[in-house]
């Protein structure tokens, strides 16, 4: 067995790097949207279920194979995988926990960036003074490369430069660089979020107006947590609420793998997996639906809420919301809300660039400093475009087929695997073994029917999803022999571009016909690029192969 060359300084510093690899943006901008858009307490039931027989298996599932795959000195989800399960051909689902990072990284730290930049204008006082409407044109004009007038030439380019070099430099000082900015970075999430929760559990009426008199911040809180129990038979929300979990535990992507592939073969995984959890859910659960949601319904009621909640609402709202609250309050209120989302963001993407450490490092013998910086040169090569297309829709391609395609197929792949080929007994055994908990029994049960089941039901519900999302009449249909209509949003539609094709079918007007035929242009740029990406990893790991088989260490 090799011997670790970096490690975890103390289990606090590691429960907070996976709970802060686990709470990224989506606790606080995917999570309140989708509450709002699937009925907001009837979306809390299947969610927190969802979590309980699929987040928990799955936290676990990656817990233990990274421990496992560590004794065997292997940092990155091939050759963690290729030591559990002996096969030439199965290491290469283990490709899926470096490209996911690598791609989802490129995208992801633009997010990020907007945040420093966001608060760069919150301290200047960019946006006093500004209606709704021009803190929305704000956004617009910052991600539009060309036209941006929000004071800096190429403002998007530069910060996202920026925050990639803070990235790379981070991870150049290893697992200890990661750990101290958890160690930071945790408290002060929670601290600023805490601050403007109080906020919105205060605000009540005092925030409505005479446009929006009827504003009220409870009405926003009371949608969010009032159940529906019909909901349990929504295959909608069911669906909404099972994909959630992937974005807010970050499974499915492999960094909890290598995360667990650096502490020793005898510590415990599973308090260390329900801990980190758990304080993601806390986190989005409980902060998550106390700002943003609550916030806006105080000041332009939950009727408008409903019709607008979105991604952008963090940046394209909250800033003039914030002004309402005076000049000194609105700075302090800015630099909790984006500084929040900063250090949600940077503790995730410090985590995405593991893998392709660890491998490079396994494999090659690459030092931390080179594997950072070769890390940081493909996120570059690879966001640019996301930065200066993402108008043209590069960033959402990116964030369809990385983001959320690959990560569903890869946690469905690893589960068959842990739960089937390398064996629910072994696996068992590999979950409960130094634990400092009592793991209930009928998770052994779960991981191996329930969790595999419902993985599979995503996925070919991702590849058929039904025309507008409506599960309930289109199972109705299929079964009275009526057919089954697919939605645009469908894995088969997306490849072919039908959306886009369908508004080119309709339209009349020569340019926008064109701008469309553009879109589809870039768009297969982004998937080739995407493709090139997967190819160039699977290419290293058959290298990484022949390599270990020259020294005697390749499995068959």
């Not at 205060?202 to 009405?219: E, K, Y």
């Not at 025309?467 to 009526?482: F, I, P, Q, R, T």
């Not at 990406?533 to 390749?554: D, H």
Request: contains cysteine; aromatic residues 14%; neutral net charge.
């Amino acid at each position: 067995m090799s011997v670790k060359v970096d490690s975890w300084g103390s289990r606090v510093g590691l429960i907070l790097a996976m709970a802060g690899n686990a709470v990224g943006l989506g606790n606080f901008l995917r999570f309140p949207v989708q509450a709002v858009q699937n009925g907001g307490g009837a979306f809390i039931i299947p969610y927190l279920i969802c979590f309980l027989v699929m987040g928990i298996p799955l936290l676990f599932i990656e817990w233990s194979s990274g421990r496992f795959g560590g004794k065997f000195g292997n940092h990155s989800t091939p050759y963690i995988l290729d030591s559990m399960v002996k096969g030439r051909i199965l290491k290469y689902i283990g490709v899926f926990g470096i490209f996911t990072n690598i791609a989802v990284a490129a995208y992801y730290c633009y997010i990020e960036s907007w945040t420093m930049s966001y608060v760069y204008h919150t301290i200047r006082g960019t946006f006093d003074g500004m209606s709704q409407a021009e803190v929305a044109g704000f956004f617009n004009s910052y991600t539009d490369i060309a036209h941006s007038t929000t004071g800096l030439p190429y403002e998007a380019v530069i910060f996202y430069v920026i925050c990639l070099l803070l990235n790379t430099y981070i991870l150049s000082k290893g697992i200890g660089g990661i750990e101290k900015v958890a160690k930071v970075g945790m408290p002060l999430l929670i601290l600023f979020g805490v601050v403007l929760a109080v906020r919105g559990l205060t605000l009540g009426t005092s925030g409505a107006s005479d446009i929006f008199p009827d504003a009220n911040a409870w009405d926003g809180l009371n949608f969010l947590w009032t159940p529906q129990y019909e909901s349990i038979l929504d295959l909608k929300v069911w669906m909404a609420a099972a994909g959630q979990i992937f974005f807010t535990l970050s499974v499915g992507m492999g960094t909890i793998h290598c995360y667990a592939a650096y502490i020793d073969s005898k510590d415990d995984i599973a308090l260390n997996a329900v801990s980190a959890g758990f304080m993601n859910e806390f986190v989005e659960v409980v902060l998550g639906s106390l700002i943003v949601i609550p916030i806006a319904a105080g000041y332009l009621g939950l009727d408008w809420v409903l019709q607008n909640a979105g991604f952008g609402m963090a940046f394209q709202t909250m800033p003039y919301l914030f002004q309402q609250w005076g000049p000194a309050l609105a700075v302090i209120a800015g630099v909790c809300w984006f500084g929040l989302l900063f250090f949600a963001g940077i503790t995730s993407s410090l985590a995405m660039g593991t893998p392709w450490m660890g491998f490079m490092r396994d494999e090659f013998g690459w030092s931390k400093n080179k594997g950072a910086w070769s890390f940081g040169a493909m996120i570059l090569i690879l966001g640019l475009p996301t930065v200066i297309f993402y108008k043209e829709g590069v960033f959402d391609e990116y964030d369809y087929w990385a983001g959320t395609v690959s990560l569903v197929v890869f946690a469905m792949l690893e589960t068959i695997l842990f739960s089937w080929i390398f064996g629910m007994d072994k696996g068992w055994r590999e979950i409960t073994s130094g634990a400092d908990i009592k793991v209930p029994n009928i998770y052994k049960f779960i991981i191996k029917y329930i969790t595999p089941v419902m993985l599979i039901i995503i996925f070919l519900g991702s590849l058929f999803k039904p025309l507008d999302n409506k599960w309930s009449e289109n199972v109705v249909s299929l079964a009275s022999g009526s057919g089954w209509t697919l939605d645009n949003g469908s894995i088969i539609k997306t490849v072919m571009h039908a959306g886009i094709r369908d508004q080119i079918a309709l339209a009349t007007d020569p340019v926008l016909i064109e701008q469309l035929q553009d879109k589809i242009m870039y768009l297969n740029f982004a998937r080739l690029l995407l493709i090139g990406l997967f190819v160039f990893i699977s290419l290293l790991v058959y290298i990484a192969f022949l390599k270990r088989r020259r020294e005697g260490r390749a499995t068959l």
